[in-house]
């Protein structure tokens, strides 16, 4: 069993929708909760940073973490082209340094 | 402010071939890192460095993988013979002190074996 399992997708929805993207991890340890946002041939970039459980808004964005459940999901309210992308979720354990990345679930945003 | 950067941008090699890719990180920075990332999956981190120490390599392949930062700052990743399962693309990235602090990610090199 991988530590974080995501679901990869493709998730095509039309433009306006609300997506909700999840992550399900099975280590205890981990306590730091990231999604990265990586459009085609570019790297990664932070998009919600999150510690322990509870939930986190950034406009559009909202990052929910539920710790007893080990599952965590990122919504995107009125979804637009501009967020068709790739979104990885990664964690970290308290006290670590490493990110343990999920494999990525592809959206594609459409007029 | 200048992102991280890396170099080529796009490789290709037959099997037991050697490659390098060069990373220089944000300016500052004092952590850097060297993330594997195969097809369909998310990065791997293969080696983190602190200033031109190593923090952790646990998961790089060493019989065949080398990473070195002299003076802190640049880094190189070679690759030496390459194998058809190297076929990933090899994304830099560096953070102010490491731990807790954001990690900033570079375009990656994409590299095939044939």
């Known amino acids: 069993q991988k530590e974080v399992e995501q679901d990869p997708g493709p998730l095509s929805v039309p433009e306006g929708a609300i997506v909700s993207l999840n992550c399900t991890y099975s280590?205890?340890?981990?306590?730091?909760f990231m999604w990265y946002r990586q459009y085609s041939r570019k790297g990664p970039e932070l998009l919600m940073y999150?510690?322990?459980?509870g939930n986190k808004e950034d406009g559009r964005f909202t990052a929910q973490v539920d710790k007893s459940s080990k599952y965590i999901s990122l919504f995107i309210r009125d979804s637009q082209p501009s967020d068709s992308a790739t979104y990885l979720c990664?964690?970290?354990?308290?006290?670590?340094?490493?990110?343990?990345f999920g494999t990525g679930t592809q959206l594609k945003v459409e007029l | 402010e200048a992102g991280v950067a890396q170099s080529p941008r796009y490789k290709i090699i037959e099997k037991r071939q050697s490659v390098a890719f060069w990373c220089n990180p944000i300016s500052g920075h004092a952590t850097l890192y060297w993330y594997q990332q195969i097809l369909g999956q998310g990065p791997k981190l293969l080696i983190q460095?602190?200033?031109?120490?190593?923090?952790?390599d646990s998961q790089l392949p060493k019989d065949r993988f080398s990473a070195e930062r002299l003076k802190g700052v640049d880094s190189t990743l070679k690759i030496q013979p390459a194998k058809l399962e190297d076929s990933a693309v090899y994304l830099c990235?560096?953070?102010?002190?490491?731990?807790?602090?954001?990690?900033?990610f570079g375009p990656g090199t994409r590299l095939t074996v044939l």
């Open positions: 990235a560096s953070s102010w002190r490491g731990g807790a602090d954001t990690q900033y």
């Open positions: 999150t510690y322990s459980s």
């Open positions: 460095f602190q200033n031109n120490g190593v923090v952790d």
């Open positions: 280590n205890s340890a981990f306590q730091y």
């Open positions: 990664a964690m970290r354990a308290g006290g670590g340094n490493k990110l343990t």
